[in-house]
């Protein structure tokens, strides 16, 4: 029993047993955000880029913020252990507790960021000055940003929705490591769909997570420390 244990302990703890595992999991939450998110991806990637489909667009990404808040949460609490993995069952698990909670914080950030993409395809027909560019533009990242921030702490901790913006905000600035890097992450997003395509950006939607999550660990970290029992 001793040597079996001990076998067993060796087989899930090397380096290649781990690196294995971890590959595995990426392939299986990507496999699950790329069913989540199906029935809206589909028709985007027949959309063709014009202002005007930007409300529309928005309505078909509604099942990304769940599937990401799912697959932080598979990628935060599964252990790459090769004798106990188990990270379809982990990410329904947080599908299911955090549907609401991300829905809560992405519904508004489409909305908001529906607005200011809409007012500054149009600024002309609007009435606006070219300079309106800027600050527009500079509140869209802002929101980005807050989006973030809240999608990764209420997909990992359980808050009332004004606690996570609020703690989404304050991040902003006690942590600029993480804005920083979440802006290169939104800048390498945005050139991976504008020279390949929204497909490529979705294959490697399990990538982008991890690295979302591994950009946010001071800010998980420290809302683990500081408040959380």
């Not at 099942?63 to 004798?83: E, K």
């Amino acid at each position: 029993m001793n040597d079996t244990a001990h076998t067993s302990r060796l087989f899930g703890d090397g380096p290649l047993s781990r690196g294995a595992a971890g590959i595995y999991i990426l392939l299986v939450v990507e496999l699950l955000l790329l069913l989540t998110t199906l029935p809206g991806l589909l028709p985007l990637l027949l959309l063709g880029r014009d202002p005007s489909n930007l409300p529309l667009v928005a309505v078909l990404l509604l099942p990304v913020g769940p599937a990401v808040s799912a697959a932080l949460y598979a990628l935060r609490h599964q252990r790459p252990d090769l004798t106990d993995l188990r990270p379809a069952a982990v990410f329904w698990r947080g599908y299911r507790t955090n549907l609401s909670g991300a829905l809560r914080v992405w519904v508004p950030a489409l909305l908001w960021l529906t607005v200011l993409g809409v007012n500054l395809a149009h600024l002309g027909p609007a009435g606006l000055s070219g300079w309106w560019v800027v600050p527009l533009a500079l509140i869209a990242v802002a929101v980005t940003l807050c989006a973030a921030n809240a999608l990764v702490i209420t997909s990992l901790f359980d808050f009332r929705s004004r606690d996570v913006l609020r703690l989404a905000v304050y991040f902003l600035v006690r942590t600029p490591g993480v804005a920083l890097g979440n802006v290169l992450l939104l800048a390498a997003a945005a050139g991976v769909t504008a020279v390949l395509s929204e497909a490529v950006l979705a294959l490697l939607a399990s990538i982008a997570v991890l690295a979302l999550l591994r950009v946010g660990d001071p800010m998980i970290r420290a809302t683990e420390k500081e408040f959380t029992a």
